[in-house]
């Protein structure tokens, strides 16, 4: 039989792994990022699609966006995405 305190790290050590596991899903907890992603198709309304899959705002500076242009993609982390510009290439 374990003792009590063995037991109570155990119920502490899985609420941890829950904690960590519940917040890489969510996305107030999980924070914002940046990411690189190539453009795949330029849209109307200053939006680019980006990766193939994803629709996102393009920022009013980056003027003349173009099929495979390497760009900075902003994740903010509350459902918010955007495109900060074209990288350099060389």
């Known amino acids: 039989m ?6 109570a ?9 829950e904690a960590v596991r519940a ?7 999980r ?6 992603a190539t453009v795949t198709d ?4 200053g939006l ?3 990766d193939g899959d994803m629709e996102v705002r393009r ?3 980056y003027t003349t966006p173009a099929d495979g242009d390497l760009v900075c993609l902003a ?5 918010n995405w955007l495109v900060l510009g074209k990288l350099a290439t060389t």
Not at 9 to 17: G, H, I, K, L, S
Not at 23 to 29: A, L, Q
């Open 2 to 7: 374990k003792s009590l305190h063995a037991h």
């Open 59 to 61: 920022l009013a500076s």
């Open 42 to 45: 330029v849209l109307t309304g």
């Open 23 to 29: 917040g890489e899903n969510t996305p107030s907890v």
């Open 48 to 50: 680019v699609q980006v």
């Open 31 to 36: 924070g914002s990022r940046l990411m690189l």
């Open 9 to 17: 790290r155990e119920v502490a050590q899985y609420e941890a792994r």
């Open 75 to 79: 994740d903010f982390g509350n459902g």
